[in-house]
């Protein structure tokens, strides 16, 4: 079984995945990079040395050969390519795609409403609806943007993101967290609006009025807010509190998690996924996260694994970071079930084979979704029901 992911380019987030189905399927599997790595991503810390890996080809460089791949593999799975008339060669001829794809609405379901936008995701989606056409839905608000437009009904299956996963002993993640003189915080990502930094230094301040201990806040990125968030500590007093580490690359960003007690995740419903959320449930962190982000409903067990707040609320985020500030153990109990959560079920081994194994099904002709995580089926849920939803499922 040959098997072909096309993609603007390849990054750490997606060669877990990908090096997992080359172990699988040796030479069988190819990797299509139509663009080169934007100079903003890597001046990020991102690294473009993915290019170099056996099994991935560049559109730009080897135009012949991935057109080939795309026609003629047994299985395609299209990510967001910028080539959509190589994928609708294919969906065109009957052959077997996935489509990975996050929200199309991120703004407002209002926007379905669009005659010509309505027209535009009938031609690249809803006319293969009877077609040996799948959604691998990267968030959880993804089926109901897809459901709204009467998209692959039946067939829209959980997926994601899947950075590195660590492993570690009980040993090794005990002395991680161990720390007697107070509590460490982290924060990761681009300082931009829909990102919330602002709501870490607020934190800083309320924390500093009342709270009895020793806590600090870490903050690794940079972006168009530095210069107002730097600003605010001095404003605020906490700069003493706040340690600003400017843009670290995926490894340092994870020692970082790994040295750190809880992760706060603020992004907006603007957030297609959020891989720092797998991140730092798998370095064992006290998560709490804004459940308007696509990762959080797929991912967080709110009181088991995580805690969700709804709507963005930096009233609900902060008192579920008390919380777990003033309840070690609970807090623990949660990192430990984020880490289970992530080397049990949301990683790029479980997801290659996950995914490999359905697709030989679907080549022959039987639609097998997995029981739950990657591949499991997809539910669609109304924006305004989600966070309702994920409360029914919690402790």
Same mark, same amino acid.
């Given at each position: ?191 931009? &609006?829909?990102?919330?930094? @602002?709501? +870490? ?5 309320? =924390?500093?009025? #009342?709270? $009895?201990? !020793?806590? /600090? ?92 707040? &709804?709507?963005?609320?930096? @009233?609900? +985020? ?5 919380? =777990?500030?003033? #309840?070690? $153990?609970? !807090?623990? /109990? ?62």
């Amino acid at each position: 079984m040959t098997v072909t992911f096309i993609s603007n380019y390849i990054n750490h987030h997606q060669i877990p995945f990908s090096d997992a189905c080359s172990r699988l399927l040796g030479e069988e599997y190819h990797f299509i990079q139509t663009q080169p790595m934007e100079k903003e991503r890597l001046e990020m810390g991102w690294s473009s040395q993915g290019e170099g890996l056996a099994y991935v080809h560049c559109l730009y460089q080897e135009e012949e050969k991935c057109r080939r791949l795309v026609r003629e593999s047994d299985v395609l799975l299209a990510g967001w390519s910028g080539r959509e008339d190589l994928v609708q060669g294919r969906l065109n001829e009957g052959k077997l795609t996935l489509r990975v794809s996050e929200r199309l609405y991120r703004e407002g379901q209002w926007r379905a409403v669009s005659p010509r936008g309505l027209y535009h995701k009938y031609l690249e989606h809803t006319r293969y609806r009877n077609s040996p056409a799948y959604l691998l839905c990267a968030g959880a608000y993804v089926p109901s943007d897809f459901h709204l437009i009467r998209a692959y009904p039946g067939k829209m299956l959980k997926w994601g993101y899947f950075p590195e996963m660590r492993q570690y002993t009980p040993g090794q993640l005990k002395e991680m967290k161990k720390k007697e003189d107070g509590v460490d915080i982290a924060w990761a990502g681009r300082f931009i &609006p829909l990102k919330h930094p @602002e709501y +870490m230094l607020r934190l800083a301040k309320s =924390l500093k009025s #009342n709270w $009895q201990g !020793r806590f /600090r806040i870490h903050m690794a990125g940079s972006g168009v807010m530095e210069q107002e968030l730097k600003a605010l500590a001095q404003s605020y007093q906490v700069a003493d509190e706040v340690v600003f580490y400017g843009y670290q690359t995926p490894g340092q960003v994870r020692e970082l998690m790994e040295r750190c007690h809880i992760f706060v995740f603020t992004s907006n419903h603007l957030e297609g996924w959020g891989a720092v959320v797998n991140e730092a449930m798998n370095s064992a962190c006290g998560v709490v996260a804004n459940g308007q982000a696509g990762a959080v409903p797929y991912l967080v067990r709110h009181g088991e694994n995580g805690m969700a707040y &709804p709507q963005g609320s930096y @009233e609900k +985020m902060e008192e579920m970071v008390r919380f =777990l500030m003033a #309840n070690p $153990q609970e !807090r623990d /109990r949660m990192g430990q079930q984020a880490y289970r959560t992530i080397t049990g079920c949301w990683n790029a081994q479980r997801a290659a084979k996950a995914l490999l194994g359905m697709a030989q099904g679907m080549l022959a002709g039987e639609f097998a979704p997995a029981a739950e995580g990657p591949c499991s089926l997809a539910e669609p849920i109304a924006p305004g029901k989600m966070y309702g939803r994920m409360l029914e499922h919690s402790l």
